[in-house]
């Protein structure tokens, strides 16, 4: 065994992970309405509850699972977890009713709970002066998933919509197989499991710790629940609006997940230190919310993918959020703020499918066809979340601006 092999394993492990949540979005709305013998506009629905099935698993169990890895070590959590997602991808390709589609996404969520053990690994076999670049490792393999998911499940639907899954279940064996040969366990010193560690509660409950922080808090919840209208709608959207088919949605989503990482990865280090991260949010708020509002009314296909990477470029916003809430966050609860941050960022996970592909029912149901609907929805919502920016007084003068 290499030194390396254990980080390869790892890093495939979070391709793996990621590409779930792009993988199917291509072959959903064929997947259910094979299943559901429905339409499209009641496809959705179907589709915005598996998609926040999921996302509450993940927000359930993440700390369940951490704490859980602290106790018997990660190389038992991360092999168990592999094996499950490998048998969720079988039990998705040969899933017949909605039900087991339903229980598939319920078992991958919780077995997808495992990025923070990914994480807690490279942190265990890394000096001090490795980390950071270590965690830029793990980020830069989720985002490769995030981009290879729905192209490989667009590219694979031309073999049927449960084509994807077997796809998916063969490189996840092999990653375990490689696993069980090379994983070492990192931990040195466990600690008892502590049923109170893991109440996935815990974030929420300490916004109220964070005095100051309510309004710009809740600018982030509504920032997020309306940039998740992408995730939750577009196979559906794109269908009906443009009539596009699994391997031209996989395609559109890979160029959103690419620009994702230019953004993420280079235009975010050369933007927010030259506007400064208030100017940030008051120039790309209302960006945002223009953007939304044309892909909502948007009346041709090219010109949608030319829009594509303007709309990923808005982004920017999160981590400008994030640097304010931290400067005005004492350095003893950085730690808290973040734990704070990611619960709601796995509310807003929750909440907005079954938002969004409710307005898209609605919208698309009968007689009735404006598929832009659910985006015109999120434009209102980061228009709240641009004037609820602009009238935190107290953070500003906090801010001393």
């Known amino acids: 065994m290499t030194p390396r092999l254990p980080v390869v394993f790892i890093l495939v492990t979070i391709v793996i992970e990621a590409m779930g949540i792009g993988l199917i979005l291509p072959v959903m709305p064929a997947l259910l309405k094979e299943v559901q013998g429905t339409d499209l506009s009641q496809a959705a629905l179907w589709g915005g509850l598996l998609a926040s099935t999921y996302a509450l698993m993940q927000f359930l169990f993440s700390p369940t699972i951490g704490n859980l890895s602290d106790r018997f070590g990660r190389r038992p ?65 989720f985002g490769a998933g995030f981009v290879l998911g729905p192209a490989m499940g667009g590219l694979l639907a031309e073999w049927g919509p449960r084509a994807p899954f077997w796809a998916a279940a063969i490189l996840s064996g092999a990653n375990l197989t490689l696993g069980l040969f090379v994983l070492p366990e990192t931990i040195k010193q466990r600690r008892p499991f502590n049923l109170a560690r893991a109440n996935p509660l815990g974030g929420l409950r300490a916004v ?10 809740l600018v982030f919840f509504f920032y997020q629940v309306a940039n998740w209208v992408y995730p939750a709608i577009w196979a559906y959207f794109t269908q009906s609006a443009f009539g596009w088919g699994e391997r031209m949605v996989g395609a559109s989503l890979a160029v959103y997940g690419t620009s994702m990482v230019v953004v993420q990865g280079v235009l975010i280090r050369w933007i927010i230190p030259r506007l400064g991260e208030r100017a940030t949010l008051r120039w790309f708020l209302p960006y945002n919310a223009v953007i939304l509002l044309c892909v909502a009314f948007v009346p041709y296909g090219w010109l949608m993918l030319l829009l594509t990477p303007f709309s990923a470029l808005g982004a920017v916003v999160e981590p400008a959020i994030k640097g304010i809430a931290s400067r005005v966050t004492a350095d003893d609860a950085q730690g808290e703020l973040q734990g704070v941050l990611a619960s709601i960022t796995a509310v807003a996970a929750i909440v907005s499918p079954l938002l969004m592909t409710r307005i898209f029912n609605i919208a698309t149901d009968g007689d009735r066809h404006f598929p832009g609907a659910p985006f015109l929805a999120a434009c209102g919502l980061m228009v709240v979340a641009g004037l609820l920016y602009r009238g935190q007084r107290s953070l500003r003068a906090s801010l001393n601006t």
């Open 208 to 217: 109220t710790a964070l005095p100051g922080l309510g309004a710009l808090l």
């Open 77 to 141: 959590v991360l092999l168990l977890s592999m094996a499950v997602i490998f048998l969720d991808y079988i039990l998705m390709a040969f899933a017949h009713t909605i039900w087991l589609l339903l229980l598939g996404r319920i078992i991958a969520g919780i077995a997808a709970a495992t990025m923070s053990t990914a994480f807690a690994f490279m942190a265990d076999i890394s000096p001090p002066e490795k980390k950071a670049a270590n965690f830029g490792l793990v980020s830069a393999a």
